[in-house]
């Protein structure tokens, strides 16, 4: 979907991107749901490459009585999360979509049918990470009757859309 025929108009309706319907709650955290599994093997190869390190500097003896000091602690963390949002950008920039995503036949793009901005990939996977870690609250947005996006949506100037069936 990278021909700029394709990212203005979907190839099975023939219908502009801009005219899909706006995804529903339900769906988007349905889709969320099949990305966390694969969220889980991200940590697990993650965990798996820390760990290789560790060997590769400590070796094999007392590898459980060896203590990273706090910066080395924080800065794992940082490259996990780090990873957790690649995976989201790279899907987000490549073909708007994650595979929870695809699955669901959603799509993240701007208003006007184009693949989201690196920009605005980096900023939605920081604001709908904080948007669901305050109890959902930035997700329960779309839920009012004036608003159809979530709040990471308004803010990154971006839309999730269904796109119809494939035939």
Known sequence: MTDATTQTTDQ???RPNHLLPTANLLRRFAALIYDVFLLFAITLAYAALLLLVKVIFNGTDGLE???PGPFLQWLSVAGWL???A???FICW???GQTLGMKSWRLRLQQPDGCLASPEQCIKRSVLATLSLGFLGIGYL???LPSNKAC???IYTGTEVVVLPPSK
């Open 151 to 153: 709040l990471h949506d």
């Open 82 to 84: 780090l990873a957790l």
């Open 141 to 143: 947005w779309c839920l």
């Open 93 to 95: 920039r490549k073909q």
């Open 65 to 67: 009585d060896i203590q």
């Open 12 to 14: 099975s309706s023939n």
């Open 86 to 88: 690649s995976y989201y």
